[in-house]
């Protein structure tokens, strides 16, 4: 690779930024991160963040770089220090019974045993998978440690108003500006689809719990606490709503047979939901520079990001061969 061409920049420092500017890093380029907020600001830091495909599209292409992905944070989650951790994952439903998604029979998982449902007077079916659960507190730093070892820079506190702002000496620029796209590159196909969970201390739970029917409810055991979830609904309102943490509290506390814990926290998010599908593709500027667009990941950031990550570096590599 000639050495100009080893200069790229990558805007936005959430889970999506992050994991391209390792692998970019770690392969030979030099990354540098424009964004205005970093790691712990970002819708990311709100995120459960258990590795299951939810609210992104396309679904078969959504399946395939879930999987890529699921391989990749399993490598990952040996080192200790990257606060990713196996865990047992039981959803269920209230009514009737869980059809087992098509993703979930290449990863073994098991219809319940009634035995099983927690609470069987209020669960109906449902099936167990393990699967990687993120503790975003812990892997958002170290993803950001990672990429600064192999050489990648930060430049933080930077708001853009379009993507050929960024100095013209970077030839190719990676866009991981999750909702904030809408604005960046004029994008009215995302819909901020607000997500707000009460993190609380640790619960006596024997496995992480998604309730797949209306109301969304899950728990999403980590190391030092549980995250509570959720609601899903198109808003761009990123204040924690009162009514939310209490409803949150009292459907948890119901299914789980617990009484209402106590709040640490109350975080909200706008899942970067795009409805013709996570926008993967390249772009070229009037300039002649390339944009490589990588967000539309909707509730599904960290579950896609290493398959996305991917596929964005393939494109690089596509771009270059034909320049
Ligand atoms: C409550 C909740 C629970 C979730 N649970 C899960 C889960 O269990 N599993 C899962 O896989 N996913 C989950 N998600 C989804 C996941 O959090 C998102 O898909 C993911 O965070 C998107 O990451 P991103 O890096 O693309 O965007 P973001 O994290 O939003 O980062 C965007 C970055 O771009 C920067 N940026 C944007 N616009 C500009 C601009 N104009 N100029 C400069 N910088 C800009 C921002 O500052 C930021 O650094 C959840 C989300 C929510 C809200």
């Known amino acids: 690779m000639p ?26 380029y030099r990354p540098t991160i424009f ?27 959504v399946a395939v770089w879930s999987l890529q992905t699921l391989e990749t944070l399993r490598d990952i989650s040996r ?60 892997y958002l730093d170290y993803l950001r440690a990672r990429a600064q070892l192999a050489g990648a820079q930060f430049s933080t506190g930077v708001a853009l108003r379009s993507v050929a702002e960024i100095d013209s000496d970077y030839r190719t620029i990676v866009n991981c500006s999750g909702a904030g796209a809408r604005m960046l590159v004029g994008d009215d196909d995302l819909e901020p689809h607000r997500g707000q969970v009460a993190v609380v201390g640790k619960l006596d739970l024997p496995c992480a719990v998604v309730c797949d029917d209306p109301p969304l409810m899950y728990a999403i055991p980590r190391t030092n606490d549980c995250v509570l979830g959720g609601t899903n609904e ?37 899942r970067p939901f795009r409805r013709s599908g ?38 690089q590599s596509a771009t270059l061969a034909t320049s």
């Open 3 to 28: 050495a100009t061409s080893n200069r790229i920049a990558i805007i936005g420092a959430g889970v999506s930024g992050l994991t391209c500017a390792v692998l970019f890093a770690e392969r030979g």
């Open 35 to 61: 964004a205005r907020e970093s790691g712990q600001q970002t819708t990311s830091a709100a995120a459960a963040a258990i590795w299951f495909p939810y609210d992104a599209e396309p679904l078969d292409q």
């Open 79 to 138: 080192d200790p220090a990257s606060g990713i951790a196996t865990v047992e994952l039981r959803v269920f439903a209230r009514q009737g019974m869980l059809a087992k998604p098509r993703w979930a029979d290449s990863l073994g998982a098991r219809p319940l045993e009634a035995a099983e449902l927690l609470k069987p007077g209020i669960f109906t079916s449902g099936y167990s998978v393990h699967v990687p659960v993120v503790d975003t507190t812990v």
């Open 234 to 270: 198109i808003s761009e309102n990123v204040e924690p709503d009162p009514g939310d943490t209490s409803r949150i509290l009292g459907e948890a506390a119901r299914v789980l047979g617990i009484p209402p814990p106590r709040v640490t926290q109350e975080r909200v998010g706008l």
């Open 278 to 315: 996570v926008r993967l593709e390249s772009e070229q500027l009037a300039d002649g520079r390339t944009v490589l667009h990588n967000y539309g990941h909707g509730g599904s950031g960290f579950t896609l990001s290493w398959g996305c990550a991917e596929a964005v570096f393939a494109l």
